[in-house]
């Protein structure tokens, strides 16, 4: 007998893909990345960017196996439970950068399970902060979903106004951050080790079909690679396939290290010595295929790897006051303008106040609270017939504060 009528022949179990990029909104609904939602948006709001996260067994030589499905774990009789770790280190960073007291240099977080009293909601706290009671970092589901928070500020001094870029503060909090994701297996597979992944809960993506141009300086999973995959190994079976396309895809549309980028800070503004020191070495890991890229969680200080929130620690914040400075830079390729419809070629301004102002200079959000009040009502920049086009938004879909 061998997988998938039992698990006698499973070295290691790998949870894909190997690092999530899930993304806030105010939305109340969100989508799972893979399954292309029929709309971006919801109620006028962009959707939340969810990540399923699924098992895979392998034998020997990193041979892939197969999925571990909820129908097959019912076969085997095993059960599952799932658990996230997340933590935000940017106000601390901040801190740090600007030479303030060691008092100021917040890292806040949360961890929770699945089968918890609180359903796998992560949920977190900062002392001294009049908005910082409870602040949502994410849920994990029993199969496996990141469900990320909704996006938003919290304010030490309660509604000061959120700076802008540069004007980095320790004093405003957000909900992204990053940590890892984990599965404890019962039953047969309970002694059979399982290689964590990484979730990072970031910005969301406005412009869902444009990648970052194929450069190292300019896309993560190039970057990754470039730093990370030693040699192209066997080709192994389509299941090792299977999941290499899930990891690679998950990071396709992540940007690189643009000082300081825009998922993750892995560089020049980090608190992170070599990219390298985050990932597991397959030189020293026999579990690991040399083709990976999997971020190893620190479990002590001797050790190498990542703690949660290392990824996104030198990140803006709140991270929307960047997107006063970068509008057309680096934000997920986001164009400063696309064209109004496909049947026409009148360019506008995607981030402009009123719908019908179509001319070259219109009012448009330009400071940091403008951004975080309003950013999710933006248009979606599709590619139609080879054109950038804002979809998505339509007459009446002004950017404007409700008094």
């Not at 806030?24 to 962009?46: E, H, R, T």
């Not at 304010?155 to 004007?167: I, L, M, Q, T, W």
């Not at 070495?281 to 929130?309: F, I, Q, T, W, Y």
């Amino acid at each position: 007998m061998a997988f998938p009528n039992d698990v006698s022949d499973v070295v290691v179990f790998k949870i894909h893909p190997a690092i999530g990029i899930a993304r806030v909104s105010k939305s109340d609904d969100y989508f799972v990345f893979g399954m292309q939602p029929a709309n971006y948006k919801s109620n006028g709001l962009m959707k939340r960017q969810a990540v399923q996260f699924r098992i895979f067994a392998y034998g020997e030589n990193h041979v892939g196996l197969g999925e571990v499905t909820p129908a097959l774990m019912s076969q085997l009789g095993v059960s599952a439970v799932w658990s996230a770790e997340i933590a935000n280190r940017k106000l601390a960073f901040t801190a740090r950068q600007q030479g303030l007291p060691t008092e100021t240099h917040i890292v806040f977080g949360a961890s929770a399970s699945s089968n918890d009293a609180n359903e796998g909601h992560l949920v977190a706290s900062i002392p001294g902060f009049a908005e910082g009671q409870n602040i949502p970092l994410g849920q994990i589901t029993g199969t496996g979903l990141f469900i990320p928070p909704k996006g938003g500020v919290f304010r030490k001094e309660a509604g000061a106004p959120v700076p802008n870029f540069p004007n980095h503060t320790a004093e405003i909090a957000d909900t992204t951050g990053d940590g890892p994701v984990r599965v404890k297996l019962s039953g047969p597979a309970q002694n059979i080790p399982v290689l964590s992944a990484w979730i990072v809960v970031a910005p969301n993506d406005f412009s869902p079909d444009q990648l970052p141009a194929p450069d190292p300086g300019e896309s993560l999973l190039l970057k990754l690679k470039q730093l990370l995959v030693q040699g192209q190994g066997s080709p192994g079976t389509p299941h090792n396939e299977t999941a290499r396309r899930i990891d690679e895809q998950s990071i396709a549309p992540a940007s690189s290290d643009w000082a300081p980028g825009f998922e993750t800070s892995m560089g020049s503004r980090s608190e992170v010595p070599t990219i390298q020191s985050l990932f597991y070495n397959p030189n020293v890991e026999p579990l690991l295929d040399p083709r990976e890229m999997r971020v190893r969680h620190k479990g002590s200080p001797a050790e190498p790897g990542a703690v949660p929130g290392q990824l996104t620690s030198g990140l803006c914040s709140p991270w929307q006051t960047d997107f006063t400075a970068c509008i057309g830079y680096w934000a997920e390729n986001l164009p400063t303008q696309a064209f109004l419809d496909e049947a026409t070629n009148t360019p506008v301004r995607v981030y402009r106040r009123q719908y019908a102002s179509t001319g070259p200079n219109p009012s448009r959000l330009t400071n940091g609270d403008d951004f975080e009040r309003h950013q999710d009502k933006i248009g979606v920049v599709r590619i139609v017939n080879g054109k950038a086009i804002e979809t998505e938004r339509g007459p009446g879909d002004d950017l404007v504060d409700i008094v």
